[in-house]
């Protein structure tokens, strides 16, 4: 009892903020930082109680080890700072924020079973409750625009379809337990049966949707040019750390057997969301949407070097994310601060002359744009070095023309931006820059700055819990 | 004893450069003259044969030689740097007599430092020490013209001729592997494109002395003051000319092209200079021009006696100067006036020193045409002979206008008697100074009366009235062949390209196109994804079936 | 004790950048402060430099006073820190250039904070890129070196030229990535990082060695103005107003000068050597058009972009001969060349604004009444264009004759566009001299401070000064 008490803990800890939460609801408190203060205060519980309890397992259900402890951390890290951030965005709208913050805990709580699980019926039901969230987000902070909400529920209903008919498949079809390891015995039995290999890409299509890879990508792309802040950052920045840790736990643990049709599969689709990406980022007005066609573009990328099959690859592909993930909510975090009359500043265009009045956001928001294209000495850089390691070492030097040549494309998206902030005459007033939004800003420049430099050998210490799964 | 002699030169001349009161500046530049006769004079009886003497500061070892500055006056060298030398000085004296300019220090120190140049020339023995004091001449010639308007084209055609010598330089060294001028010898027989080596070395000479059809940069200097005219135009550029044609004649004559074309310059060049002697209304233009003719004739004298500078070379050279400063004394007494048209006749204001100043000129033009007489009968040469002859016959009509004509515009200005002990004291120089030349040359007396008679005849006769016609056109510029030749023919062509290359290679052949193509491409690109992308309700199942689609024919594809 | 000199050339500037970034703004001296700090982290940096001197044995070729820093393991890449005698030639000469342009800076400035700041970190990753002794490092400082001269741009241009922003920075771009593949494959066939001297000897072949060595051509290539993608250097030169930024901007193709030094071997693998004639071609209509050009530009700070890049052409196709021995000609001509033209652009830079505080129409005899302005910039003109007691002259003398040496057409053409360049100088000199046009205007003009004066003199001093020590040829 004790031990399973132990085992839940931190998710315990989650269902107690969910609870606190529901609780300062029913008191009618008001202020967004109140939920907020409360969802940081039992997210850090959970936080230290899954280092605490970081090998806990339910055999043949959950497996806690460095790996998913290791997306727990950066994950948990990203939370913290958004609940930061997304306060004082209720703060200014004058909404409590109360539904979001629960929501997000269910989520980090959906996050921590999924990646735990080894049970494909733990994952089914863990990314089913996601998705819903997801729904329920665009649910709930819907923007008066309706045109498109039919179509968008329309096309995520069939994707849960796709994903609910393909584990349905997959649970009549095997006899006895849905444990990775069987699944994968089973896999490797029915190699050559086109339905059972359905039903496998009838799996991962919906994470593919979710994290907005080309073709799937459409309606992303929709829903993040129109949602509210907080939640096109909790889209783009939090959801694909989760989802990205998930899906090659299972291309490691699952889909060996398909190792061929995959690599093909993937890489197509990780060059084809790469081109959609670069190109669709000129096109954008909206600064979410382009940060949104920029990560189609990076997780094109991930998603090739997933392709190649190799835990090294695989590892590369996670640090290339990090790297990317580091610089995006840099930049995420910058748009806390670009208000003008109390709204928020949606499109690039209205960033016109930024630099002239608010250096400090602006300067942060070039150096996250270099750290993401890469430069040295930012994070981004290390990404890059170990993106072209691999490609290199696999002789992969199409794909590094193709990314590099779409990079350059790329690149002229973020340049019209900085071009925008910085030669453009002043056509807002912008408001004055909240010093907490600031503070989160200058750590996260800290972190850019300094990840170049491996402080602590922060690389190795990954890369060993990194390799914990293929163990 | 040579470095002392340096020392001392380089101190004066760095003194000079000091700006003092103009009470100061006479004293001073009087003592700049004298410390620098007091060195000339101990310079002259120093003995150079025998052992070397002098010095040699090395300056960086290379592999293909070391690189020194030498000073190393031998008989040989000697005897260029001594009539500079005696020049030098003479210009100083005159410099402190007619004090054309309030303060004259500055003028001196160029003087001395000019002197000091011209010697390391003649000295050097590698290409680095020779380029880079025929540079610092240049500098030297721009800084004693000082006249914004002159230096323009002086310092264009300068520019240009020191590139010339800087590439000629280049290749030999490139080819021949060292630095050493003596060296260069060897070009003839191992080097390559011999006949752009000499194109090159002729760019360079020709433009330096200011030959046919270079001359307008040295004419265009006429709007500077006189004095500083004459030394600029005698010890200048042109005589760093001279001393580069010493120095690298091989270079010059490695093409069969060149012997020709040198004559061809040489000719033109003595021409040009009559021709704008005596067709000018501007004295300092005068003088220009007869330092162009006298050039063209020592160019041939030296053509004719194998590059050989010898004791008929150095009175020579002597003798230029001499003429120029008669010329200039002139224009002192005519109280400066520079159009010839505005001076009176002297046998009309009665002036005492003009008449003394042509017993003079007849004097030296005599010893002159002797001179030149011998240098033909010793190397049987007649164009030399000829050309004394038109010059003998220019500058009697220059001097018939001067001095006889009573030309229109002219106003009796009585100059005045009163006497001038400093240019008493020039004029006894002078008198000492051709007397010394009497005597060096031995010339036989009754040739020089002969010579003499004849200059004064020619004088007195009507061989100028034809001339009178031209004096009557004011803008003799304006019709300038060679000026209007470099303008229509380089000038306009040059900017012409110039403006062409800027549309083509700048606004159409450049990257532009490139970008554009590829922009277009990636406009392309984005037209048709917002295209596909503006179906709202078709798109997201479309793209869902076409994934579908591709991941299943991957299946396929994979071997599965 | 490990020596930690070449890391203190990095860490001064950057360590000065920071310094003045968090410098108080808004008070009336805050640009002369943020430029004073400038100044004062530039004379650290010298000091520096100067002590590296002692440190240094002249006669020994190759990298000396090597400093190591452990960076990744994953892969395992170290800083690898270097000096010789031609990378502290062009360490000084930037420390004094870059010292120049802030002592010389009397304006009071808005962004005054933001350039000193960009300035500081530009020096900072410079001299990284110079110091880099591996190709990793080289390849780190060389994409680094973009961030602060793209900050530069930004802070200091205003909205006139929207497009230069974008056009250089992906050419830039372009140019990191290419040089990024080619380490990396470099990286890979070695098994690991290699020192920088020994890049020339890589041994590749098939389509590795060509893909190599195209891209490290093409990545230097990226930050040279050469035919046909010179356009966006030019039009960025030629609008560029900021006399600090119009320099590092023309330092940009010293970086990729630097490069091909670095890589680029005496013995050129023979699949690459048959392309190296046309490439030489390609460089040479460069010079030749754009010296060509100059000559009819009214814009002065096109004429000053155009010698530079006839020069660092010059220089490159110094570098394509076949010989090894011109890197320290190169070197010192480098120094003289950066300097002169730092101070030249500084006068043409303190004239326009003039001309702005005025109100004039043209530069046109502004000269006539700034006397110290006149003296330097004569002077400067005249080294710069082949004044033969500087060491640019004599150096260049030892380029162009090993140049006439390989080919005889390749050097006249050198000469042919070095003069006409030189010319177009003089040109400009003229005209800002030409006392025909001189207007009642003009009495207004203020001339250069006696401060300025001085530092300009004391410039040519200097250069004086290395003359003595000019030609460095193997002995």
Redesign the interface.
């Known amino acids: 009892m004790l031990q399973s008490i132990i085992n839940f803990l931190p998710e315990l800890a989650l269902c107690a903020g969910i609870c606190h939460l529901l609780i300062l609801a029913a008191f009618s408190f008001d202020a967004p930082r109140v939920y907020a203060s409360g969802a940081r205060f039992w997210l850090i519980i959970s936080l230290l109680l899954s280092i605490l309890f970081y090998d806990r397992q339910i055999v043949g259900y959950l497996q806690y080890n460095a790996y998913t402890l290791l997306f727990t951390i950066i994950g948990d890290i990203g939370i913290y700072a958004l609940f930061f951030l997304t306060s004082t965005w209720f703060t200014a709208k004058n909404i409590t924020g109360c539904a979001y913050n629960i929501l997000l805990l269910i989520s980090i709580i959906c996050f921590n079973v999924m990646l735990a699980s080894v049970n494909l019926m733990i994952v089914f039901g863990a990314f089913s409750t996601l998705f819903i969230i997801n729904e329920g987000f665009y649910y709930i902070y819907h923007s008066e625009d309706e045109t498109d909400a039919t179509n968008n529920y329309s096309t995520s209903l069939i994707i849960l379809a796709i994903f609910i008919i393909s584990f349905a498949y997959l649970w009549y079809r095997v006899e006895g337990t849905l444990e990775f390891a069987p699944l994968q015995e089973f896999f490797i039995e029915n190699k050559t049966s086109l339905a059972v290999y359905s039903a496998m890409i009838g799996l991962i299509i919906p994470f593919l949707y979710l994290l907005g890879i080309a073709p799937f990508h459409n309606v992303l792309e929709t829903r993040i040019g129109k949602s509210i802040l907080p939640v096109a950052h909790y889209e783009a920045v939090i959801l694909p750390i989760f989802l990205w840790g998930e899906i090659i736990k299972m291309a490691h643990l699952m889909f060996l057997p398909y190792a061929a049709s995959l690599t093909l599969a993937l890489s197509t689709l990780g060059i084809f969301s790469m081109i959609v990406g670069a190109i669709a980022a000129n096109t954008d007005n909206k600064i979410q949407q382009l940060y949104m066609h920029s990560s189609m573009y990076h997780f094109g990328i991930v998603l090739i070097l997933l392709s190649l099959a190799d835990i090294s690859a695989e590892f590369a592909g996670f640090i290339y994310l990090f790297m990317y993930m580091t610089g995006l909510a840099a930049a995420y975090s910058v748009g806390y601060n670009l208000k003008s009359h109390g709204e928020y500043l949606l499109k690039v265009s209205s960033l016109s002359g930024l630099a002239q009045t608010r250096p400090c956001s602006a300067n942060i928001l070039l150096l996250s744009l270099f750290s993401i294209i890469g430069l040295p000495p930012l994070a981004g850089f290390i990404g890059q070095i170990s993106l072209v390691n691999q490609l290199i070492n696999q002789g992969k030097y199409i794909y590094l023309i193709v990314i590099y040549t779409f990079l350059v494309w790329l690149t002229k998206a973020y340049l019209q931006m900085i071009r925008t902030i910085y030669f453009q005459q002043k056509i807002k007033i912008f408001d004055t820059e909240n010093k907490k939004v600031l503070m989160i800003m200058f750590l996260m420049t800290i972190i850019i700055l300094s990840q170049a430099f491996n402080p602590l050998e922060m690389v190795e210490k990954i890369k060993d819990m990194f390799y914990v799964i293929a163990l | 004893m040579i470095t002392n002699i340096m020392a001392g030169l380089l101190a004066i001349g760095l003194i000079g450069i000091l700006k003092l009161r103009v009470r100061y500046d006479r004293m001073f530049s009087v003592m700049m003259f004298l410390a620098t006769a007091y060195i000339f004079y101990i310079y002259m009886n120093l003995d150079f044969s025998g052992i070397e003497s002098g010095f040699s500061f090395l300056w960086e070892k290379t592999k293909i030689g070391d690189i020194t500055i030498d000073f190393y006056p031998s008989d040989l060298s000697n005897l260029m740097i001594k009539p500079i030398f005696f020049i030098s000085v003479y210009a100083l004296l005159s410099n402190n007599i007619f004090r054309y300019e309030e303060r004259i220090m500055p003028l001196n120190a160029l003087i001395i430092l000019n002197l000091i140049v011209l010697s390391l020339i003649i000295c050097a023995k590698n290409y680095v020490q020779l380029m880079t004091m025929i540079f610092v001449s240049d500098i030297i010639g721009y800084l004693t013209i000082k006249n914004a308007d002159s230096l323009r084209k002086y310092v264009i055609y300068n520019f240009f001729a020191d590139m010339c010598l800087f590439m000629l330089l280049a290749m030999a060294c490139g080819k021949i592997q060292s630095l050493d001028i003596t060296r260069l010898l060897g070009y003839e027989q191992i080097g390559r494109h011999k006949d752009f080596v000499g194109i090159c070395a002729a760019l360079a000479i020709f433009i330096k002395i200011g030959c046919f059809p270079f001359y307008s940069y040295l004419t265009d200097i006429k709007t500077a003051r006189f004095s500083r005219i004459i030394i600029a135009n005698v010890l200048g550029t042109p005589l760093s000319g001279i001393l580069m044609l010493l120095k690298l004649h091989n270079l010059l004559f490695v093409s069969n092209l060149m012997p020709l074309i040198y004559q061809i310059v040489t000719v033109a060049t003595f021409i040009t200079g009559i021709i704008g002697f005596v067709h000018s209304r501007n004295m300092l233009k005068k003088v220009i021009s007869l330092d162009l003719a006298l050039r063209g004739m020592l160019m041939q004298i030296l053509w004719i006696n194998g590059f050989e500078w010898n004791r008929y070379t150095v009175f020579y050279l002597i003798g230029i100067y001499l003429f120029n400063h008669l010329f200039y004394e002139i224009f002192i007494y005519q109280k400066r006036e520079v159009d010839i048209v505005n001076m009176p006749s002297v046998i009309e204001s009665n002036e005492r020193a003009l008449k003394f100043l042509l017993f003079r000129e007849t004097l030296l033009m005599s010893l002159s045409v002797w001179l030149v007489w011998q240098i033909a009968w010793q190397y049987d040469d007649i164009s030399i002979v000829l050309g004394i002859t038109i010059l003998l016959a220019a500058v009697s009509i220059v001097l018939h206008h001067i001095y006889k004509t009573p030309l229109k515009n002219s106003q009796v200005i009585v100059c005045g008697k009163e006497k001038n002990i400093r240019q008493s004291i020039f004029e006894c120089t002078n008198m000492l100074v051709l007397g010394m030349g009497f005597f060096y040359l031995q010339p036989e007396i009754s040739s020089i009366i002969a010579i003499a008679i004849i200059f004064l005849v020619m004088i007195a006769s009507s061989l100028g009235k034809p001339f009178y016609q031209i004096y009557a056109k004011k803008d003799e510029d304006k019709n300038d062949l060679v000026k209007n030749l470099f303008f229509y023919i380089i000038a306009v062509p040059l900017t012409y390209l110039s403006r062409r290359c800027w549309l083509f290679i700048d606004l159409i052949l450049s990257e532009k196109i490139i970008t554009a193509a590829i922009s277009a491409v990636g406009y392309g690109g984005e037209r048709l994804f917002l295209q596909l992308n503006g179906q709202k309700y078709r798109t997201p199942i479309r793209a869902l079936v076409l994934g579908i689609i591709l991941c299943l024919l991957c299946y396929h594809q994979g071997g599965q | 004790m490990i020596s930690t000199n070449l890391l203190l050339l990095i860490i001064i500037p950057l360590l000065g950048s920071i310094f003045t970034i968090t410098a108080k703004s808004g008070y009336i001296d805050a640009s002369k402060n943020a430029y004073n700090v400038a100044a004062w982290t530039l004379m650290a940096n010298i000091g520096v430099i100067f002590s590296l001197y002692l440190q240094l044995d002249p006669d020994k070729n190759g990298i000396q006073l090597v400093e190591k820093y452990q960076?990744?393991?994953?892969?395992q890449?170290d800083i690898f820190l270097g000096v010789d005698m031609f990378s502290m030639l062009l360490l000084t000469t930037l420390g004094l250039s870059f010292l120049m342009i802030c002592l010389s800076q009397e304006e009071k400035d808005q962004k005054a904070k933001?350039i000193a700041t960009s300035i500081l970190l530009f020096v900072s990753m410079l001299n990284g890129y110079i110091l880099a002794a591996d190709i990793m490092s080289f390849?780190?400082?060389f994409?680094?070196i973009?961030?602060p001269l793209?900050?530069l741009i930004?802070?200091s241009?205003?909205?006139h030229k929207?497009n230069i922003?974008?056009?250089f920075?992906?050419y830039n771009?372009?140019g990191?990535?290419l040089l990024?593949?080619a380490v990396?494959?470099i990286?890979?066939y070695k098994g690991g990082n290699i020192p920088l001297n020994t890049a020339g000897n890589l041994n590749l072949s098939g389509k590795k060695e060509y893909?190599v060595w195209i891209s490290l051509c093409l990545a230097f290539m990226s930050r040279l103005p050469i035919?046909?993608?010179?356009?966006?250097i030019?039009?960025m030169n030629a609008s560029l107003h900021n006399a600090m930024v119009f320099v590092i901007s023309n330092l940009m193709p010293l970086v990729g000068l630097y490069g091909f030094m670095r890589f680029w071997p005496n013995s050129v693998p023979k699949t690459i050597a048959v392309y190296a004639p046309y490439f030489e071609i390609i460089c040479l209509i460069t010079m030749l058009?754009i010296a060509?050009?100059?000559?009819?530009?009214k814009e002065s700070r096109y004429k000053l972009f155009a010698y530079t890049t006839v020069y660092y052409i010059l220089y490159l196709i110094g570098v394509f001969l076949p010989t090894g021995?011109l890197k320290m000609n190169i070197g010192v001509s480098l120094f003289s060349y950066i300097m002169i033209f730092t101070v030249i652009s500084i006068i043409l830079g303190h004239i326009e604004q003039e001309k702005k505080r005025l109100n004039l129409h043209t530069l046109t005899s502004m000269l006539c009444y700034m006397p110290r302005a006149t003296i330097c910039l004569s002077l400067y003109i005249?080294a710069g264009?082949?004044?033969?007691?500087t060491p640019l002259f004599?150096n260049n003398?030892i380029i162009?004759?090993?140049?006439?040496?390989n080919n005889?057409l390749l050097?006249?053409l050198v000469?042919m566009s070095?003069?006409l360049v030189?010319?177009s100088l003089?040109e400009e000199l003229?005209r800002l001299?030409?006392?025909?046009q001189i207007s009642s205007e003009l009495k207004l003009l203020q001339d250069l401070s006696r401060k300025n004066f001085i530092i300009y003199i004391a410039g040519i001093v200097c250069l004086l000064i290395i003359l003595?020590?000019?030609?460095w040829?193997?002995?």
């Open positions: 960076w990744l393991h994953l892969p890449i933001a390849y780190i400082f994409a680094a973009n961030i793209i900050m930004s802070f241009e205003k909205t929207k922003l974008i056009r920075s992906l771009l372009i990191i990535m990024f593949l990396m494959t990286y890979d893909f035919w046909p993608f010179h356009y966006w030019a039009s058009l060509v050009i100059s000559l009819s530009s021995s005249l264009i082949g004044l033969p007691i004599w003398f162009i004759s090993e140049i006439f040496n005889l050097g006249i000469v070095v003069f030189g010319l003089l003229y001299k030409d006392r025909a003595l020590k000019s030609l040829m193997e002995v």
